[in-house]
């Protein structure tokens, strides 16, 4: 009884499970009828961390198509949380995930059949003809395979399909690049403006075309800057590293990891395949103002501000690509599809929540 209600549990498989991965794994496990969840991964020395939050490491690298094959079949339901490479236009950790999904497994080798015996089990000569057996010895002989599969099991069977599992990928809004501030929804069109952009475009497009193909159901999150308790900018703050001034700042979104991590769950069983979807709060914050909020919660000097012409000359490039877009998110598909009430509806929601500091 226990092993045929193992085998009846979903199957969920985690790529890139790291802290937004180890948190759909929290969530996963206080759930009733939790599922088995599967996390691949290329460090072994992560094993363990895996196996002590619930998940079943599976060794495996995106970088090696090879190291990937006992991936199909093994869960109906894929998070892909790894981001792509860091080089090139094209996300090529993507296109070898959507091979090894929709790669058919191996059936094992059929036992070759012994000769049918003349003779019955008690020794005597089987010449009866088949029309002769009675309807109850007939019965007897049929298979009985299906007669012991629950309606609910092959109900399950028929909407997750072998080789097409729903996907559910984490993208970024940084595939739009800047929009001078405008407030955008999903419809807006993708322009990114650097090649760690590009290449998430990309995956997003790879993603598509499966979808239409029919070896998988995507479904799209576009992710802004994710923000919790060990994810804050208090490094920076303690560093001095500038922000700029108001005139020149730009607008940032947010979204709490937790909140992310509820929202894939729900995309997983509520999302529309090949749609896009903003995992984004409700905050309109500008970029300063959001280190400022941070520096006041725990007591520390604001950044300092200085004008973009400085800030070009003075700052790494990497943190100047943050600085060189501006955008507002609509989520109005996250709360009228998926039907999600944030825990933490804007960043202010989060600090109020963090024990005062002098």
């Given at each position: 009884m226990i092993a045929t209600r193992t085998l009846r549990r979903a199957r969920i498989l985690i790529v890139g499970c790291g802290d937004i991965g180890l948190r759909c794994v929290a969530q996963l496990q206080a759930r009733r009828g939790r599922p088995r969840i599967f996390a691949l991964t290329r460090r072994p020395e992560q094993t363990g961390t895996l196996r002590a939050a619930g998940a079943v490491p599976v060794a495996g690298d995106l970088d090696v198509r090879a190291r990937l094959a006992r991936l199909a079949g093994l869960a109906s339901v894929v998070l892909h949380l790894a981001p792509p490479a860091k080089d090139g236009d094209d996300d090529l950790r993507t296109r070898r995930l959507i091979a090894a999904l929709k790669a058919r497994r191996r059936s094992p080798a059929r036992p070759a059949q012994s000769r049918p015996s003349n003779r019955?089990?008690?020794?005597?000569?089987?010449?009866?003809?088949?029309?002769?057996?009675?309807?109850?010895?007939?019965?007897?002989?049929?298979?009985?395979?299906?007669?012991?599969?629950?309606?609910?099991?092959?109900?399950?069977?028929?909407?997750?399909?072998?080789?097409?599992?729903?996907?559910v990928y984490a993208s970024t809004t940084?595939?739009?690049?800047?929009?001078?501030?405008?407030?955008?929804?999903?419809?807006?069109?993708?322009?990114?403006?650097?090649?760690?952009?590009?290449?998430?475009?990309?995956?997003?497009?790879?993603?598509?075309?499966?979808?239409?193909?029919?070896?998988?159901?995507?479904?799209?999150?576009?992710?802004?800057?994710?923000?919790?308790?060990?994810?804050?900018?208090?490094?920076?703050?303690?560093?001095?590293?500038?922000?700029?001034?108001?005139?020149?700042?730009?607008?940032?979104?947010?979204?709490?990891?937790?909140?992310?991590?509820?929202?894939?769950?729900?995309?997983?069983?509520?999302?529309?395949?090949?749609?896009?979807?903003?995992?984004?709060?409700?905050?309109?914050?500008?970029?300063?103002?959001?280190?400022?909020?941070?520096?006041?919660?725990?007591?520390?000097?604001?950044?300092?501000?200085?004008?973009?012409?400085?800030?070009?000359?003075?700052?790494?490039p990497t943190l100047l690509s943050f600085m060189r877009e501006s955008r507002r998110l609509a989520n109005a598909r996250l709360k009228r599809e998926l039907g999600m009430r944030l825990r933490y509806p804007d960043v202010d929601a989060f600090l109020r929540t963090l024990p005062p500091h002098p």
């Open positions: 019955t089990a008690g020794g005597a000569p089987a010449h009866a003809p088949r029309s002769a057996m009675s309807p109850v010895s007939a019965r007897a002989l049929r298979p009985k395979a299906l007669s012991i599969v629950p309606e609910r099991t092959r109900r399950a069977a028929r909407a997750h399909p072998a080789g097409r599992p729903t996907l940084g595939v739009y690049g800047d929009c001078g501030g405008a407030r955008i929804d999903e419809t807006h069109p993708a322009r990114p403006a650097n090649a760690r952009a590009k290449r998430r475009v990309a995956a997003e497009r790879q993603l598509r075309r499966a979808t239409a193909r029919g070896a998988l159901k995507a479904i799209i999150a576009r992710i802004p800057g994710i923000y919790a308790a060990n994810r804050l900018p208090l490094a920076r703050l303690e560093r001095r590293t500038p922000a700029l001034v108001e005139r020149d700042d730009v607008y940032t979104c947010h979204i709490h990891a937790d909140d992310l991590a509820a929202i894939l769950l729900r995309l997983a069983t509520h999302g529309r395949p090949a749609r896009v979807v903003h995992a984004s709060d409700d905050s309109e914050l500008k970029m300063g103002d959001y280190f400022d909020r941070v520096a006041d919660a725990f007591g520390l000097a604001r950044a300092p501000r200085i004008g973009r012409e400085q800030a070009e000359r003075e700052l790494d």
